[in-house]
Every structure is written in structure tokens, then in C-alpha cells.
């Protein structure tokens, strides 16, 4: 097994960590492990939001839009004085 230490935490994020360990019935230690493993364990989804928009459509079967024909250029804008 390995060890880590950790310097510098600063002293709301200590307490913090303190009382979400209490409220999980662990010592701030096994607190800090399963906080490492919920985070390392779960892939991390690349790309942007609209990658993650598609996936999750694709998971229910997608869907389509009906785009209306684009019939003008968009109009510059004017700042007026």
C-alpha cells in the first residue's frame, strides 16, 4: 500500500472534510479513500458539452430536429449615437 501526504490543505477544506467523514461514519482518512476511488474509478467523458448532449440522446435512441431553411445573411448590428 501506499502513503500520502497531503500539506497545505487549507482550514475550511479540512473542516469540511472532517464533518462529510463524520456524516459517512469514517475516519477522515477513509474518507479521503473513497473520495480518490469514486473519482479515479469513473471514466471521464471526453469532448465538450455538446459531445455529452449527443451521448446521452444516442442512449434513448437520438432524435431529430427539423432545421428551417436559413432564407437571409444575419443583419449586422447597429450602434446608434
Known sequence: MATLTVRGL??????????????????MEAEVREILREQLTNPV???????????????????ELELPPRNEYARPVEFGG
Open 10 to 27: 487549507d482550514d475550511d477544506l479540512h473542516a469540511r472534510l472532517r464533518v462529510r467523514a463524520a456524516h459517512n461514519g469514517r475516519s
Open 45 to 63: 467523458e471526453p469532448g465538450g458539452l455538446g459531445s455529452r448532449i449527443h451521448a446521452r440522446a444516442a442512449a434513448v435512441g437520438g432524435f
